[in-house]
């Protein structure tokens, strides 16, 4: 009789606490990367999913979702999933600080939060060696007789807002500028450019017939460490193009923790960082409390080089 009422009231037990949950993860989980593969936080991003999967045995893929209306619709679509940790953002610097004013549904307000920022893109200012200047200040002091042509990826990426803002800031005029595909040794040899925003990838084949201007880093690029920062020029243009992980603002405590405690793992391994030394990126963990003030951070300096260039 005794054993039968301890049955019965296991059996009460267990219907009021309800079925039991699956520990986090228990199926795929997708890494979303708005953009085409084959850039830099493309391959960081499959290495932090092979990473977990191998960690927790369960499939994690990247899934690309290129677009032409930018990383936007891509970031809408993570916004959209369940906040569960099955569907990560891997995002650049634009989700969060230009995305609640895109007028995208969905990203406004900002409904991430960070995980953590892990790649800075090597972006720099770059010229010929055989220019009659090789600093920011020697660039703008000779602008004013003779204005130099800027070459950049596009007038919307903050590396080029920031390259415009800095003329404003050392009071130079650009003598045009242009966007283009590539920005390379080649830009510069043949004249097309006298200056060009670009990633030191693109000219580490001439890196003895350049000069780095500035780099446009949050820190020193590993292949040129004695090149400035631009905001170590300007420093009010403390701003660069980086990458991290996000997920929406529900997302529970102990789902991020584990999904932190990969990225952190792979991107302090040795295939991480012999890619930052081939590229010149910059790779590392930033945790969730430091992104969030690079972010604040970010949403300044990004709303004050608006202002100068409305000016």
């Known amino acids: 009789m005794l054993k039968s009422k301890f049955a019965l009231l296991a059996v009460a037990a267990a ?31 499959r290495m932090i999913a092979e990473d977990f999967e191998a960690k927790y045995g369960v499939a994690a893929a990247v899934v690309n979702k290129p677009s032409e209306g930018g990383p936007f619709p891509g970031a809408a679509e993570v916004a959209a999933a369940a906040p569960d940790g099955y569907t990560i953002g891997s ?41 009659p200047y090789a600093t920011m200040a020697e660039l703008a002091e000779h602008s004013k007789t003779e204005p130099q042509l800027l070459g950049h990826f596009g007038a919307f990426l903050l590396p080029t807002q920031a390259t415009f803002a800095a003329a404003k800031e050392l009071g130079f005029e ?64 403390n701003i660069s193009l980086w990458n991290g992980l996000f997920v929406h603002k529900d997302t529970p405590a102990d789902i991020r923790e584990k999904i932190i405690a990969t990225a952190q793992e792979t991107m302090a391994s040795p295939r991480a960082q012999e890619l930052a030394a081939q590229t010149g990126a910059l790779v590392y963990w930033m945790d969730a409390k430091a992104s969030a003030a690079r972010i604040a951070s970010d949403l300044e300096v990004s709303a004050r080089i608006t202002t100068m260039l409305a000016q």
Do not use: H
């Open 15 to 45: 219907c009021v606490a309800g079925p039991a949950v699956a520990e986090y993860p228990d199926r795929p989980v997708s890494f979303v990367v708005p953009f085409p593969p084959g850039d830099l936080e493309d391959v960081l991003t």
């Open 174 to 237: 650009w003598g045009g500028e242009a966007s283009a595909a590539a920005l390379d040794c080649n830009s510069l040899a043949s004249g097309d450019f006298d200056v060009i925003n670009t990633t030191i990838q693109q000219v580490m084949p001439c890196l003895d017939s350049v000069k780095i201007l500035a780099t446009v880093t949050d820190g020193p690029i590993s292949v040129v460490p004695d090149a400035p920062t631009l905001a170590s020029v300007t420093p009010d243009l």
């Open 91 to 131: 995002f650049v610097v634009d989700v969060p600080v230009v995305g609640p004013d895109v007028g995208v549904p969905g990203l406004n307000p900002n409904p991430f939060e960070p995980l953590g920022i892990f790649l800075t893109y090597p972006f720099v200012i770059a010229t010929s060696a055989d220019k």
